[in-house]
């Protein structure tokens, strides 16, 4: 076994958790509220927490790489000798996402099946080359971005024979091209975010997609998963940002090539039959791999802040988010937390020697109380502006008299420039729960707004009931992240307070009971996420039986060897459990 990784040819994550290995941890050390919240919420004693060390390399047992020298020969060939890998960790780090179960799996040496090689194509050319060699040696090909991705869609089937090449995109990560007339910019689909942004600022320019794996997720990522960002109420899901784009595909069969190239226009729109580019937008790599994408792109904003909000409660804010959304402001963001969100983000604040944010505090309670609101259920809300000063006011303005109107109160830009500095850091909230036993993960759904309330309440319910059949603890709360003129996603985290071997049982009941709850009260099985293998379960509920035979009949239509990421997004197996779930 390899016990030192050598230097990756891209960025990539640690292989136990999120980020890099070196990186930011959660400190509970400077969060003096955490501790009591927990007690609380999960009567979970800190203190007396055993806290699992970091997972060494050393310990695993990684199943040795099934490729041949012949095959790494052609390989190194296509993409050069240093942009072949075979090293033990690098493989492990792209054989999983980071779901909980990827994390605790991989933790506990469960690795499943390994890729044999590890390919880092440096152009569309390269990518076209690779693909035709899976493809001729009848192999499996994975496409990896940044690796964040949290529903099982990066890992090769259990049992699978052939060989398995993860191909990361990292190589290619350029802006290459602005249409400043069009507003439009041609780039490479391994761009991690924070590298894009920083090519477009530098001219002017944003994307606008800014999701909570920004810092670790890629522009082809987005798109194969339907992304969306927190900003996405301003500028767009991935659906409406990507205008045109290319995607190197099996050719048909009889043809004197193995390979194709899919070559979609950033046209504004068209009617050219079934929308293409949509069949491509939350494939999960089961067409083809997306090489480079035409993506809308934004002027950056004169001005930008974010203002912080409460209600007294969860629906009064759901109420006043819905008029929001139908108000002629747009704001970029909107986010309503229901009350035990709201109590975790408070527990979650640094401790402050500021008399001034002292006495603030101070004030908004006693304005709270004397307007006797039930401190318990009060809501935070965050909305984001952006644009120019004049559309900044104007939507302020709108905005607070719907705040108002619905019973709520301002209380500044302060807090959210606060969370507006912290978004991206809480995935390694999730590693430092791991660490404590606990697993915590995350659903999201989008429903109509007259259905929003109810499956909010009876999603919560669902998880309480899970909760008490397996007989553990558990935490469940949810905010509104995204909003549209018809209705609004809904994402729910959930945490329980099971450490034992057989914890991921215990988990597989309550994340089949909140997913179930989308499917019985009229959401989607997900709304930015994506299927992979873990929600696959569900799709026929979600799109229907016909819906899930179109996919089918797709997927076997463009890949009929099954070399493309099979078995992601339509699967057949026990609601809630992914086929990889019997070796948690």
């Not at 869609?153 to 060989?163: I, K, M, N, V, Y």
């Not at 194969?224 to 767009?236: I, L, N, V």
């Not at 709360?477 to 549209?484: F, G, L």
């Not at 057989?502 to 099985?525: C, I």
Request: one cysteine or more; aromatic letters at 8%; a negative charge.
């Amino acid at each position: 076994m390899t016990q030192h990784q050598p230097k990756a040819p891209a960025k990539h994550q640690k292989w136990w958790g999120w980020g890099p290995e070196d990186g930011i941890r959660y400190a509970i050390e400077d969060k003096p509220k955490f501790p009591a919240f927990a007690k609380q919420v999960m009567d979970l004693d800190l203190s007396q927490a055993q806290v699992i060390p970091d997972p060494s390399f050393d310990d695993l047992d990684v199943p040795s790489s099934q490729a041949s020298d012949e095959v790494l020969t052609e390989l190194r060939t296509i993409v050069g000798q240093g942009n072949v890998i075979t090293d033990d960790e690098l493989r492990v780090v792209h054989a999983f996402g980071k779901g909980v179960r990827d994390l605790v799996r991989v933790r506990r040496g469960q690795l499943g099946r390994v890729p044999d090689v590890v390919v880092y194509p440096g152009s569309e050319d390269e990518v076209m080359a690779v693909m035709a060699a899976a493809l001729r040696l009848d192999a499996v090909l994975i496409p990896y971005g940044g690796g964040s991705n949290i529903v099982a869609a990066l890992e090769a089937e259990p049992g699978e024979q052939r060989l398995v090449i993860s191909c990361d995109m990292g190589r290619m990560n350029k802006v290459l091209e602005i249409d400043e007339q069009a507003q439009v910019a041609l780039i490479q689909a391994g761009a991690l975010g924070p590298d894009m942004e920083e090519q477009l600022n530098a001219k002017g320019w944003t994307l606008g997609h800014f999701p909570d794996s920004f810092v670790w997720s890629t522009v082809g990522g987005w798109i194969a998963t339907r992304s969306s960002g927190s900003q996405s109420d301003k500028y767009g899901d991935i659906s409406e940002v990507t205008r045109g784009l290319n995607m190197a595909m099996p050719a048909p069969e009889g043809s004197d090539e193995l390979v194709q190239l899919l070559q979609l226009r950033p046209l504004p729109s068209y009617s050219s039959g079934p929308n293409v580019r949509e069949m491509v937008l939350g494939s999960e790599g089961r067409l083809g791999i997306i090489t480079q994408a035409w993506m809308q792109v934004h002027r950056l904003a004169e001005c930008r802040e974010i203002q912080a909000y409460f209600y007294p409660t969860y629906d009064a804010g759901l109420k006043a988010a819905e008029q929001i959304a139908h108000a002629d402001v747009h704001p970029m963001m909107l986010r309503v937390s229901d009350a035990n969100e709201t109590k975790f983000s408070m527990a979650n604040g640094k401790s402050t020697s500021s008399k001034k944010s002292h006495y603030s505090n101070l004030a908004v309670k006693k304005l709270m109380e004397a307007k006797g609101w039930d401190l318990d259920e009060v809501c935070l809300s965050f909305v984001g502006f952006e644009g120019t000063n004049t559309h900044v006011r104007y939507a302020k303005s709108v905005v607070n008299k719907i705040v108002r109107a619905h019973g709520g109160l301002g209380v500044g830009k302060g807090p959210g420039t606060l969370f507006d500095q912290k978004k991206y850091d809480i995935p390694f909230i999730r590693d430092f729960l791991l660490n404590i036993g606990i697993p915590a993960d995350v659903s999201e759904t989008s429903t109509p707004w007259s259905r929003a309330k109810e499956i909010h309440d009876e999603t919560v319910k669902a998880a309480h009931k899970a909760f008490e059949e397996t007989g553990h603890k558990g935490f469940i709360m949810c905010h509104i992240s995204h909003s549209y003129h018809s209705g609004a996603c809904q994402y729910f985290t959930f945490a329980i307070d099971d450490a034992s071997e057989n914890n991921m049982q215990t988990y597989d009941h309550v994340k089949r009971a909140v997913q179930q709850s989308f499917m019985d009260h009229g959401g989607t099985v997900s709304h930015h996420h994506g299927v992979g293998e873990e929600h696959s379960p569900w799709m026929e509920q979600d799109i229907s039986p016909a819906g899930v035979h179109i996919q089918r009949k797709l997927f076997a239509g463009v890949d009929p060897g099954k070399n493309l990421n099979p078995g992601k997004i339509v699967h057949d197996g026990k609601p809630g459990v992914s086929s990889n779930s019997e070796d948690a």
